[in-house]
């Protein structure tokens, strides 16, 4: 172990350094922010106190980060779209600032809003963005396959605050938003009226002629990865391809990475030092190793515009840019303070960075090492211990941020590592250089890289399929990452440590964590956040049913592969005991093929005559029983036409402690319809309201008599059907029921046990300063109403 160097108390020392991140990893962890005149106030004494107060040094730059990370935050969040702009078509002028991503049916793009005055005022200068769809019922793309990065464009635009879902395993898309400083997404409303105001121009511009190059030269299928090594375009990997690089552990490589500039800064050193010994004179005004460094420096600032500029990359040059300094000023700076002056600068620069896991894993990754390796040993022996120190460090930070483990990852790692990055990747990267130079000059290079990468990746597929692959891993408790690091710092202990056993079972509230599911005789209700549409998971102490599996859209949004699945996974249910689809209606339908391909189903049911490719049909009076729960199916009747929303599957879910009652979009002519056939069946203390809260249902009749105590609507936001309509709402509530929606409270959790009913709500449990909830309340009482939003007509 190599001891932690001196200079810990130093304003720019390692306990700075820490000090520094935890406060402004407290700030952002926080449900809401200080108001930012206090913070600022706040923030010069934490100043002063870091930099010229030994005694509360770590004190001054704990409430430094906390203030800073706050100020960074409230100004991006004020930024925001204003509630008021919301729904309204703007024309707007900017440019495209990163590399368009094309699907079949849609481009994605990021686009900087000019900052003038002829822009909409609170989209001056503003980071959106956007997608440009095809027109509907279009055979063959549109003009949208010939925007270009760099090109300025006038288009007229649709916008709001960046929203995301709120389900448990789900990608949270409002923190990224955060992170990238975006203020609004939207599409392009009118795309006839889309108009390119100047030619592209810039790095981003280069970037794409230089992968649309290397797509034309090199025929292989692997010229796509040749493209993502060299420039970090990782728009033309398919779903197949990301599915192999997280189960065997790669995804960190496939894409430029700090590592990768560390590759070009130093073969850059390596030039100017050999620059040097063919010049020796120029020694007398720069001594060599400064100049190694200000030219491991250059080259890795031409590398992370070559990249882009992504995070990773600003992050890297950063770190390399501290050493250097440190070099040319001549002070000696171990890699431990380098580290440390590394992550001072970087959340200086931007301390929301540490919102995106490369920043924890880089950071985290090089400080495990730091500490771990010795300063001599043979390099095969050195390689082999990093990758046995980063797999034990790094596995609680990997499944508390994926929610996932390979243990092929190591073994994937020791191959892709030395042959990817010493091989395929400097490839990569001298075709693109030689490509600078002159046009042709890169291709051999190219092609000797996609031969290159074709040898090993059929290994890796293999060792994707094997069981050794990806582990998804259940949601854990908050302690289980603190505990897990605990056990990694003790199994990295010199040898010789006693305990090292029992240190692995620090591990276990992480990798094994308790799923907390229902006792005998109780039930849970997980209410999944779709968006506009629905799913339902049910769970008793040993069974799992799905109803319904979201919207889905094709080649476009999946909710089953996005929401679902992923909740799923989030609460350890690797099979399901049985699946019914209400109706073959998208919104209630179209996720259910991505759930067939994720988990095994044991019984599938849908109703008689419906689309859906189910393994019977659902049919009032099939009853069962799973853990001392009772399932009771109560529509549709025998012989019940295929009517879409009126045949949907009807589910009671009864416990010794409660009902649940699944009604799927049934209208207000079932409702009474079930009324008068079984009363009793009707009665639940949880209703799930039918057709998402529409006017056509929730009959009076029928909410009275089912005696409810919380009925739940599964609604998106901002739906053009305005569900659920306020009259409904009231009618639930004039009979004592709590209503609750998916678009206020996210994904919702009901349980019927002994002691009553207990709800949990995603957004409140998980509470979030840049939830879109509450950044909405906050904005609506700041801004006043600039039009009345018009009236939406029922669907």
């Not at 390692?14 to 005149?37: D, E, H, R």
């Not at 368009?100 to 793009?109: I, Q």
């Not at 990865?225 to 398919?238: H, I, K, M, Q, S």
């Not at 309509?725 to 998916?742: C, D, I, M, S, Y």
């Amino acid at each position: 172990m190599s001891a932690v160097s001196p200079g810990s108390s130093r304003p720019l020392g390692v306990g700075s350094a820490i000090a520094l991140v935890a406060g402004v990893a407290t700030c952002l962890l926080m449900p809401a922010l200080f108001p930012w005149p206090l913070l600022g106030l706040l923030l010069l004494p934490g100043l002063a106190w870091w930099w010229r107060g030994p005694e509360a040094r770590w004190a001054g730059a704990l409430v430094l980060g906390f203030c800073w990370a706050g100020l960074h935050a409230s100004a991006v969040l004020s930024a925001r779209l204003p509630p008021q702009w919301e729904q309204r078509d703007l024309v707007i002028e900017g440019r495209i600032v990163n590399l368009p991503e094309a699907d079949v049916r849609r481009t994605r793009f990021q686009f900087r809003v000019d900052d003038n005055s002829a822009q909409p005022t609170p989209l001056r200068g503003r980071l959106l963005q956007l997608a440009w769809f095809d027109a509907y019922g279009a055979i063959a793309p549109g003009p949208r396959l010939q925007l270009q990065a760099g090109a300025r464009m006038r288009m007229q635009v649709r916008v709001r605050a960046p929203r995301g879902l709120a389900s448990p395993g789900v990608f949270d898309s409002e923190r990224h938003a955060l992170a990238q400083r975006i203020a609004a997404t939207g599409y392009v409303r009118d795309p006839h009226t889309a108009v390119q105001l100047a030619e592209a121009r810039g790095i981003n511009r280069w970037r794409e002629r230089i992968s649309s190059r290397i797509e034309a030269s090199v025929p292989a299928a692997s010229s796509r990865y040749v493209r993502a090594l060299a420039l970090g375009d990782t728009r033309f990997l398919g779903d197949r391809d990301w599915e192999i690089l997280r189960a065997t552990g790669l995804t960190h490589l496939i894409a430029i990475s700090g590592f990768h500039v560390g590759l070009v800064a130093g073969f850059f050193a390596l030039v100017g030092a050999g620059l040097w010994r063919l010049f020796p004179r120029c020694a007398r005004w720069v001594p060599r190793p400064q100049a190694a460094g200000a030219a491991a420096l250059a080259g890795a600032c031409v590398y992370a515009a070559v990249a882009g500029f992504a995070l990773p990359t600003v992050r890297t040059v950063l770190m390399i840019a501290v050493v250097v300094i440190a070099r040319l000023s001549r002070r000696p700076a171990t890699v431990a303070v380098s580290l440390a002056l590394a992550a001072i600068a970087v959340l200086l620069f931007d301390p929301l960075s540490v919102l995106a896991p490369g920043f924890w894993l880089s950071f985290a990754g090089v400080a495990w090492l730091v500490w771990c390796l010795p300063h001599s040993e043979h390099w095969a022996r050195a390689f082999l211990a990093a990758q046995g120190v980063a797999t034990i460090g790094l596995l609680p930070l990997t499944a508390i941020l994926f929610g996932q483990a390979s243990p092929a990852g190591p073994l994937a790692n020791l191959v892709a590592i030395p042959w990817w990055s010493l091989v395929v990747v400097p490839l990569s990267l001298m075709g693109t250089a030689l490509e600078a130079v002159r046009e042709g000059w890169g291709i051999w290079a190219w092609l000797a890289a996609a031969w290159c990468f074709d040898l090993s990746w059929p290994l890796f597929e293999r060792l994707s399929a094997s069981r050794f692959a990806l582990w998804w891993l259940p949601e854990p408790q908050w302690f289980a990452l603190p505990l897990a690091l605990l056990g990694a710092f003790w199994l990295l202990l010199p040898q010789g440590v006693p305990g090292k056993a029992l240190a692995a079972l620090l591990w276990l509230p992480l990798l094994w964590p308790d799923r907390q599911l229902p006792a005998h005789g109780e039930a849970e209700l997980l209410l999944v956040d779709v968006g506009q549409g629905q799913a339902v998971v049910v769970r008793t102490r040993h069974h799992t049913l799905l109803y319904d599996a979201g919207p889905a859209v094709r080649d476009g949004f999946d909710a089953g592969e996005r929401a679902v699945v992923p909740a799923l996974r989030a609460l350890g249910i690797v099979r399901l005991d049985a699946a019914v689809i209400s109706h073959g209606d998208n919104d209630h339908a179209g996720g259910f093929d991505a759930v067939r391909r994720a988990l095994p189903i044991g019984r599938s049911l849908a109703p008689e005559g419906s689309p859906i490719d189910a393994d019977a049909a659902c049919v009032a009076g099939e009853r069962w029983e799973w853990d001392g729960v009772r399932f009771q199916m109560l529509h549709p009747t025998p012989y019940f036409p295929y009517l879409g929303n009126e045949a949907s599957c009807v589910l009671r879910v009864a416990t010794a402690h409660g009902a649940l009652l699944l009604t799927g979009d049934i209208g207000e002519v079932i409702e009474r319809a079930l009324v008068r056939r079984e009363p009793q069946a009707v009665r639940a203390e949880v209703v799930l309201a039918a057709h998402h809260g529409s006017a056509g249902s929730s009959d009076p009749a029928f909410v009275a008599a089912s005696g409810a105590q919380l009925a739940l609507v599964s609604a998106g936001f901002g739906n053009r059907f305005g569900h659920p309509k306020p009259q409904v709402v009231e009618r639930w509530q004039g009979q004592g029921a709590r209503v609750l929606t998916t678009a206020e409270s996210g994904a919702i959790t009901v349980r019927l046990q002994s002691s009553g009913i207990a709800v949990r709500e995603r957004r409140s449990q998980r509470a979030r300063l840049w939830d879109a909830v509450r950044v909405r309340q906050a904005a609506t009482l700041s801004y006043r109403p600039v039009n009345k939003r018009p009236q939406v007509p029922e669907d």
